[in-house]
C-alpha cells in the first residue's frame, strides 16, 4: 500500500518540475538595453549611443534584436555580435594580426554574426537602425551564456583618428567599435 503511494507522489513532482521547465521555455523575454562607449573595452571618446531591443523565447532558440544608434562620429561600417566574454572585458581572437588594419571587416573580437560594409561603402548612417536574428546552437552561442550576459553587441564606425595617433589606436573606432551594449537576457 505505501508503495503506490510513494510512487503517485514521485511522479506527481516530476510532472510539477516539467511543467515549471516548459513554461519557461515557452515564455518569450523582452528587454531594451543601452548600448554606449562606457561599455566598450577601450571606452573612446564619443557622443554616441543607442540601445538594442531584443525578445528571446528559449523554445524557439532564436534572438530577435533591433538595435538603434544616434550622434555617431560617422557612418556605420559593421555591426557584430561577439563572445563570450562578461562586460568590461572583449573576447579577444587569438588569430588577430591587423594585417589589413584599414578594411571594414577588421577586428580583434571574436565575431559570433556580423554584418559589414566596405572601405568606401558604409552600411548605415550615424544615425540609424538595424533588424536581425540569431540563433542559439550551442556551439557558437549556448543558452548557458546568453543567460549569463556572455555575448555583446558592437557598432563600428568609419572614423579614423588623425595624427598624431597612430595605428592600432587611430583606428580604435573601427576595430574595437564605437560603442557597445552587452546582451543580458536574466
Same mark, same amino acid.
Not at 506527481?12 to 548600448?35: F, G, Q
Given at each position: 500500500m505505501r508503495l503506490p503511494k510513494l510512487t503517485a507522489i514521485f511522479f506527481t513532482m516530476i510532472l510539477a518540475a516539467c511543467n515549471k521547465d516548459t513554461t519557461y521555455r515557452e515564455t518569450t523575454i523582452v528587454k531594451t538595453l543601452p548600448v554606449t562607449t562606457a561599455q566598450n573595452v577601450p571606452s573612446l571618446p564619443t557622443a554616441g549611443s543607442g540601445d538594442v531591443s531584443i525578445d528571446y523565447t528559449p523554445a524557439n532558440k532564436a534572438v530577435n534584436y533591433k538595435i538603434s544608434w544616434?550622434?555617431?562620429?560617422? *557612418?556605420?561600417?559593421?555591426?557584430?555580435?561577439? %563572445?563570450?566574454?562578461?562586460? %568590461?572585458?572583449?573576447?579577444?581572437?587569438?588569430?588577430f594580426t591587423g594585417a589589413n588594419p584599414?578594411?571594414? *571587416? $577588421?577586428?580583434?573580437? &571574436?565575431?559570433?554574426?556580423?554584418? &559589414? %560594409? $566596405?572601405?568606401?561603402?558604409?552600411?548605415?548612417?550615424?544615425?540609424? *537602425?538595424? $533588424?536581425? *536574428?540569431?540563433?542559439?546552437? %550551442?556551439?557558437?552561442?549556448?543558452e548557458e551564456l546568453l543567460n549569463a550576459g556572455y555575448y555583446y553587441f558592437t557598432i563600428h564606425t568609419k572614423t579614423i583618428i588623425p595624427p598624431p595617433a597612430t595605428a592600432p589606436a587611430s583606428l580604435a573606432y573601427r576595430w574595437f567599435g564605437e560603442i557597445r551594449g552587452q546582451l543580458t537576457i536574466k
Amino acid at each position: 500500500m505505501r508503495l503506490p503511494k510513494l510512487t503517485a507522489i514521485f511522479f506527481t513532482m516530476i510532472l510539477a518540475a516539467c511543467n515549471k521547465d516548459t513554461t519557461y521555455r515557452e515564455t518569450t523575454i523582452v528587454k531594451t538595453l543601452p548600448v554606449t562607449t562606457a561599455q566598450n573595452v577601450p571606452s573612446l571618446p564619443t557622443a554616441g549611443s543607442g540601445d538594442v531591443s531584443i525578445d528571446y523565447t528559449p523554445a524557439n532558440k532564436a534572438v530577435n534584436y533591433k538595435i538603434s544608434w544616434s550622434n555617431l562620429t560617422d *557612418s556605420v561600417i559593421a555591426i557584430r555580435i561577439c %563572445g563570450p566574454s562578461p562586460a %568590461g572585458y572583449n573576447s579577444i581572437n587569438p588569430a588577430f594580426t591587423g594585417a589589413n588594419p584599414t578594411s571594414p *571587416s $577588421t577586428t580583434p573580437h &571574436v565575431v559570433l554574426q556580423e554584418f &559589414v %560594409g $566596405t572601405a568606401t561603402k558604409a552600411l548605415y548612417a550615424k544615425n540609424g *537602425s538595424f $533588424t536581425s *536574428s540569431f540563433p542559439i546552437d %550551442g556551439v557558437k552561442v549556448s543558452e548557458e551564456l546568453l543567460n549569463a550576459g556572455y555575448y555583446y553587441f558592437t557598432i563600428h564606425t568609419k572614423t579614423i583618428i588623425p595624427p598624431p595617433a597612430t595605428a592600432p589606436a587611430s583606428l580604435a573606432y573601427r576595430w574595437f567599435g564605437e560603442i557597445r551594449g552587452q546582451l543580458t537576457i536574466k
